[in-house]
């Protein structure tokens, strides 16, 4: 079930009233409803893969239980490496088994010996890259002896499956979620009403901004050769704002909806496109990711301790296992090691932690947010082509002599009016976002006002015929 | 949650009234315009009296000059064809031209093998382009006798139009704002209804043998226009349009039938192989011309 279509329209105020005027008598049926009302969204896509969710909450459930009771550090490895097997194994026989097979037999041909070897016609399950993630989470905190295990399966079915974050995230902790589920849960007005009013942004930035950048985006990128350079790198740009718009939007909804259940999500984008370098972008960009990825992968690794030559092949790697989560293609694998490439300067001079947390913008800033954004929209480039080859051609085109020429946007009524649409509702969401910025918000917070003419926006502006899917639906 | 509950009423109430009235006015601006056939067909040809009109969709709009055919025939016509459209608009067209005071000898329905022989008929591509006139009966009954989620959105549009104005936000809404400002504007026809095709479109293959095609109507909309026709004493001329390397077999029963599926075989003068361009259409309105002064 998509956040953008009627039937979420339709079982959002339904699943709100069941829950806090019908199951809200008992902690434990809220949360059976919960579960039930998370399988019915999944089983919305495809039923077929809820066997999946289930396989990996019973196996981490258990494994989870058996890790507490055990002393022996071995048995504990054991168990830990079980339950990683389990996981990544289904995760990388969805994801991955396509892209290793194709790509063993291209390495090998390129040395001139033909291999055999068939790939599956697999079809990659919403958001298995999410879930599989939150349950490691859950069996690692336990190993770590960070977390005690759910003493309830249907508390952590539910933390597995809840339906705002099932498919795309925020990526939640065991640690912080999962607790919010043996609490009893009181509705609040201020919470509701920051959870409504974050769903019609999360809207917004979606149906607006995302699904009519797309319109541009995809007849750029599917066929960059017809384009000039300026119309590259308004393509490009329009991407930005594309992939932020719908998975920040996303990320929105997911925390806002939650909040109407009575639950806190971590924010998961914090105005990435004001960071002033990489490192403030990847404090800013899906951190409920990058902290996933630091907390279980960095620090395990040494994190920014040992030699350069350690604090730098950490950061590689992290970055590089990072661009390869999003996707089986070398394209995401690039765009990792390209974050990576721009990181490594600042970690040398050690100023990968400065402008934690600053919120003033003086002069100079603005030009190092300006710097960092068309940096990280050239690594764009790579996440958004369809191979190394294409995202090469496109970035070498940039620079093309025709850089003034961009008459895509003119070339009929239809395509200026959705242009117009698309830089109206960007420059519309930048001057919200520099607002909840320097008044150091973690999130857009609108009012009655602001939420009415932001709806009137979706209504009059939104890309309703030609809706385009949740970009991180694929990831 | 009382407190809530509340927020989020005023909240609907407030962003449904606002909505119902941008909409509103935004329909309001439309109606009062030319800028798409409907509005241009009900703001100036009410009372007007007409030797004959010609309906049907892209291949009615662009073959059939009406400004030509008034020049050679000595009568008078207009083009009140819509572009992505079938049989079943082209019925809504004509009840459209007639409530609102048309009146017109003859009705040239441009037809194509295709559509008549669709016996399941859905919703056209520029079926919004009523929404202006939701509120008629005619109107909202023909969105509901279709099936389609498009279909439903116009029924409802009724009701709510900021449903179909936002859903169809590009087409409705935008163009409404150039109505307000501009209210004399057309969108792509002329001031007798047609719309012309370039010359430079691409070229056709030469060589391609004809193709036979079978003319069979199952499509029910095409006995609803012959009622009507006939209740408000319509002459129905069925009107088959070139189409490159094809030859359309049958009759329509003891219907005037002018086939001119096999007229132009030059490539030079279609735009693609069911449309003709600007020379295409010269020779087809002459060549009609003269049949339309012996039915």
Same mark, same amino acid.
């Given at each position: 079930?998509?956040?953008?279509?009627?039937?979420?329209?339709?079982?959002?105020?339904?699943?709100?009233?069941?829950?806090?005027?019908?199951?809200?008598?008992?902690?434990?049926?809220?949360?059976?409803?919960?579960?039930?009302?998370?399988?019915?969204?999944?089983?919305?896509?495809?039923?077929?893969?809820?066997?999946?969710?289930?396989?990996?909450?019973?196996?981490?459930?258990?494994?989870?239980?058996?890790?507490?009771?055990?002393?022996?550090?071995?048995?504990?490895?054991?168990?830990?490496? /079980?339950?990683?097997?389990?996981?990544?194994?289904?995760?990388?026989?969805?994801?991955?088994?396509?892209?290793?097979?194709?790509?063993?037999?291209?390495?090998? =041909?390129?040395?001139?010996?033909?291999?055999?070897?068939?790939?599956?016609?697999?079809?990659?399950?919403?958001?298995?890259? #999410?879930?599989?993630?939150?349950?490691?989470?859950?069996?690692?905190?336990?190993?770590?002896?960070?977390?005690?295990?759910?003493? =309830?399966?249907?508390?952590?079915?539910?933390?597995?499956?809840?339906?705002?974050?099932?498919?795309?995230?925020?990526?939640?902790?065991?640690?912080?979620?999962?607790?919010?589920?043996?609490?009893?849960?009181?509705?609040?007005?201020?919470?509701?009403?920051?959870?409504?009013?974050?769903?019609?942004?999360?809207?917004?930035?979606?149906?607006?901004?995302?699904?009519?950048?797309?319109?541009?985006?995809?007849?750029?990128?599917?066929?960059?050769?017809?384009?000039?350079?300026?119309?590259?790198?308004?393509?490009?740009?329009?991407?930005?704002?594309?992939?932020?718009?719908?998975?920040?939007?996303?990320?929105?909804? *997911?925390?806002?909806?939650?909040?109407?259940?009575?639950?806190?999500?971590?924010?998961?984008?914090?105005?990435?496109?004001? =960071?002033?370098?990489?490192?403030?972008?990847?404090?800013?960009?899906?951190?409920?990711?990058?902290?996933?990825?630091?907390?279980?992968?960095?620090?395990?690794?040494?994190?920014?301790?040992?030699?350069?030559?350690?604090?730098?092949?950490?950061?590689?790697?992290?970055?590089?296992?990072?661009?390869?989560?999003?996707?089986?293609?070398?394209?995401?694998?690039?765009?990792?090691? #390209?974050?990576?490439?721009?990181?490594?300067?600042?970690?040398?001079?050690?100023?990968?932690?400065?402008?934690?947390?600053?919120?003033?913008?003086?002069?100079?800033?603005?030009?190092?947010?300006?710097?960092?954004?068309?940096?990280?929209?050239?690594?764009?480039?790579?996440?958004?082509?369809?191979?190394?080859?294409?995202?090469?051609?496109?970035?070498?085109?940039?620079?093309?002599?025709?850089?003034?020429?961009?008459?895509?946007?003119?070339?009929?009524?239809?395509?200026?009016?959705?242009?117009?649409?698309?830089?109206?509702?960007?420059?519309?969401?930048?001057?919200?976002?520099?607002? /909840?910025?320097?008044?150091?918000? *973690?999130?857009?917070?609108?009012?009655?006002?602001?939420?009415?003419?932001?709806?009137?926006?979706?209504?009059?502006?939104?890309?309703?015929?030609?809706?385009?899917?949740?970009?991180? #639906?694929?990831? | 949650?009382?407190?809530?509950?509340?927020?989020?009423?005023? $909240?609907?109430?407030? %962003?449904?009234?606002?909505?119902?009235?941008?909409?509103?006015?935004?329909?309001?601006?439309?109606?009062?315009?030319?800028?798409?056939?409907?509005?241009?067909?009900?703001?100036?040809?009410?009372?007007?009296?007409?030797?004959?009109?010609?309906?049907?969709?892209?291949?009615?709009?662009?073959?059939?000059?009406?400004?030509?055919?008034?020049?050679?025939?000595?009568?008078?016509?207009?083009?009140?064809?819509?572009?992505?459209?079938?049989?079943?608009?082209?019925?809504?067209?004509?009840?459209?031209?007639?409530?609102?005071?048309?009146?017109?000898?003859?009705?040239?329905?441009?037809?194509?093998?295709?559509?008549? %022989?669709?016996?399941?008929?859905?919703?056209?591509?520029?079926?919004?382009? $009523?929404?202006?006139?939701?509120?008629?009966?005619?109107?909202?009954?023909?969105?509901?006798?279709?099936?389609?989620?498009? %279909?439903?959105?116009?029924?409802?549009?009724?009701?709510?139009?900021?449903?179909?104005?936002?859903?169809?936000?590009?087409?409705?809404?935008?163009?409404?704002?150039?109505?307000?400002?501009?209210?004399?504007?057309?969108?792509? $026809?002329?001031?007798?209804?047609?719309?012309?095709?370039?010359?430079?479109?691409?070229?056709?293959?030469?060589?391609?043998?004809?193709?036979?095609?079978?003319?069979?109507?199952?499509?029910?909309?095409?006995?609803?226009?012959?009622?009507?026709?006939?209740?408000?004493?319509?002459?129905?001329?069925?009107?088959?349009?070139?189409?490159?390397?094809?030859?359309?077999?049958?009759?329509?029963?003891?219907?005037?039938?002018?086939?001119?599926?096999?007229?132009?075989?030059?490539?030079?003068?279609?735009?693609?192989?069911?449309?003709?361009?600007?020379?295409?259409?010269?020779?087809?309105?002459?060549?009609?011309?003269?049949?339309?002064?012996?039915?």
């Amino acid at each position: 079930m998509l956040f953008n279509s009627l039937e979420f329209l339709i079982f959002l105020p339904l699943c709100f009233i069941l829950y806090w005027f019908v199951v809200n008598r008992s902690l434990k049926l809220q949360n059976v409803f919960i579960l039930v009302a998370s399988y019915v969204f999944y089983g919305w896509w495809d039923y077929r893969f809820l066997s999946l969710i289930a396989l990996s909450t019973v196996v981490d459930y258990f494994i989870g239980d058996l890790l507490s009771k055990q002393d022996s550090t071995s048995s504990r490895k054991r168990l830990l490496l /079980a339950s990683l097997f389990v996981n990544l194994g289904v995760l990388g026989f969805f994801k991955y088994y396509n892209f290793f097979v194709d790509s063993w037999i291209k390495a090998w =041909s390129e040395l001139g010996i033909e291999m055999q070897g068939s790939t599956l016609n697999i079809i990659l399950p919403v958001g298995i890259s #999410f879930y599989t993630f939150q349950t490691l989470s859950y069996t690692i905190d336990i190993y770590r002896k960070k977390l005690e295990p759910s003493n =309830s399966l249907v508390n952590f079915a539910a933390y597995v499956a809840f339906f705002p974050q099932l498919v795309a995230g925020p990526i939640e902790r065991a640690t912080n979620l999962l607790p919010q589920f043996s609490r009893k849960r009181n509705f609040t007005f201020e919470q509701g009403k920051s959870g409504l009013y974050l769903i019609i942004w999360g809207l917004f930035k979606k149906v607006v901004i995302a699904d009519n950048c797309a319109f541009f985006v995809n007849q750029i990128f599917n066929n960059h050769t017809a384009y000039s350079a300026g119309e590259l790198w308004i393509g490009a740009l329009l991407f930005a704002f594309q992939i932020y718009g719908d998975f920040s939007g996303y990320s929105d909804i *997911a925390i806002g909806t939650a909040r109407l259940f009575g639950f806190d999500l971590m924010t998961n984008f914090k105005f990435p496109y004001f =960071s002033k370098n990489i490192g403030d972008f990847w404090r800013r960009w899906h951190i409920s990711l990058s902290t996933w990825f630091r907390d279980y992968v960095y620090i395990p690794l040494g994190g920014s301790k040992g030699s350069v030559w350690k604090q730098v092949r950490n950061v590689c790697i992290i970055f590089i296992v990072s661009g390869f989560w999003h996707g089986a293609n070398w394209t995401f694998i690039v765009w990792g090691a #390209f974050h990576a490439l721009l990181f490594i300067p600042l970690l040398l001079i050690k100023r990968n932690r400065s402008d934690v947390n600053t919120t003033r913008i003086s002069l100079l800033d603005v030009g190092r947010i300006f710097i960092t954004f068309v940096l990280v929209t050239i690594g764009w480039i790579y996440f958004r082509a369809d191979s190394l080859t294409i995202a090469n051609e496109y970035i070498m085109s940039l620079v093309g002599s025709d850089l003034f020429e961009a008459r895509l946007f003119i070339k009929t009524n239809k395509n200026l009016l959705l242009f117009a649409i698309s830089l109206f509702s960007i420059l519309c969401m930048l001057l919200f976002e520099i607002r /909840a910025y320097v008044k150091a918000r *973690a999130e857009v917070q609108l009012n009655m006002l602001s939420g009415v003419f932001i709806l009137l926006c979706i209504f009059l502006m939104g890309a309703f015929k030609d809706p385009s899917q949740f970009i991180y #639906f694929q990831f | 949650m009382k407190k809530f509950l509340k927020h989020i009423i005023t $909240f609907i109430f407030a %962003a449904f009234i606002a909505l119902q009235l941008v909409s509103f006015l935004s329909l309001y601006f439309l109606r009062k315009s030319h800028f798409y056939k409907p509005q241009y067909v009900a703001n100036t040809l009410r009372d007007v009296q007409l030797d004959y009109v010609v309906l049907g969709s892209s291949t009615g709009l662009t073959t059939l000059n009406t400004e030509q055919i008034d020049n050679e025939t000595g009568l008078k016509g207009f083009n009140i064809s819509i572009d992505d459209t079938s049989l079943g608009t082209h019925y809504l067209m004509l009840q459209h031209f007639i409530k609102n005071g048309g009146s017109a000898r003859s009705l040239v329905l441009v037809v194509s093998p295709g559509d008549l %022989a669709n016996g399941d008929p859905s919703i056209s591509g520029n079926d919004y382009r $009523f929404l202006p006139y939701a509120h008629k009966r005619y109107v909202n009954s023909h969105f509901v006798d279709l099936p389609s989620k498009e %279909a439903a959105i116009l029924k409802v549009s009724k009701y709510m139009p900021f449903v179909g104005v936002s859903y169809y936000n590009a087409e409705l809404f935008y163009p409404s704002l150039k109505a307000a400002i501009e209210p004399t504007t057309r969108n792509r $026809f002329d001031k007798k209804g047609n719309y012309v095709y370039p010359t430079n479109g691409k070229a056709l293959e030469k060589t391609k043998p004809t193709k036979e095609l079978s003319l069979t109507i199952t499509n029910p909309y095409f006995e609803k226009i012959k009622a009507l026709c006939d209740t408000n004493q319509i002459k129905l001329v069925v009107y088959q349009p070139p189409i490159y390397g094809s030859k359309v077999l049958g009759d329509t029963g003891l219907l005037p039938f002018v086939n001119h599926s096999d007229l132009i075989t030059d490539p030079l003068l279609f735009y693609d192989r069911i449309h003709v361009n600007r020379k295409g259409r010269v020779a087809a309105s002459r060549a009609f011309a003269l049949q339309l002064k012996n039915l």
